[in-house]
């Protein structure tokens, strides 16, 4: 994909998730996608596929948290042939609880679809102590 499409790819990826769209967000990913989602609390590893993302990663923040708040504030740090680095802004809520991150997240692309994506929390500790009691 060109660095044009794939920067309009992800805008549209990221306009799903700020409007509150989970399932049109899903659809980005290709169905044998591969997440790394960084850290060592009970939301980090990897994840093959988009239906095991959707369940055990997405799935379990959606009914853990009262509030998921993304985007306001998304920054495109590098664009290249093999991929795009985002900076993006990030809050749960849970009862009294909140934590606010920026969520750097590197994503490659084919045909149309992100097959591929790293994340890591620019405070890491403070999530994952917030998600440290989810099962």
Known sequence: ?????????????????????????????????????????????DYHGRDAFAA?????????????????????????????????HEVWTRGERRVETDRLGLYKFSEGQIIEAWFSDMKQQEVERFFGDLT
């Open 1 to 45: 994909m060109s660095k044009e499409s794939s920067l309009s790819l992800l805008h549209d990826y990221h306009a799903a998730w700020e409007r509150g769209d989970q399932a049109a967000g899903i659809a980005f990913f290709a169905e044998d996608v591969v997440v790394h989602m960084g850290g060592t609390g009970p939301l980090a590893g």
């Open 56 to 88: 055990d990663w997405i799935g379990r923040v959606a009914a853990y948290t009262d509030t998921w708040e993304v985007g306001g504030q998304n920054e495109v740090l590098l664009v290249g042939d093999d991929g795009v680095l985002l900076l993006v």
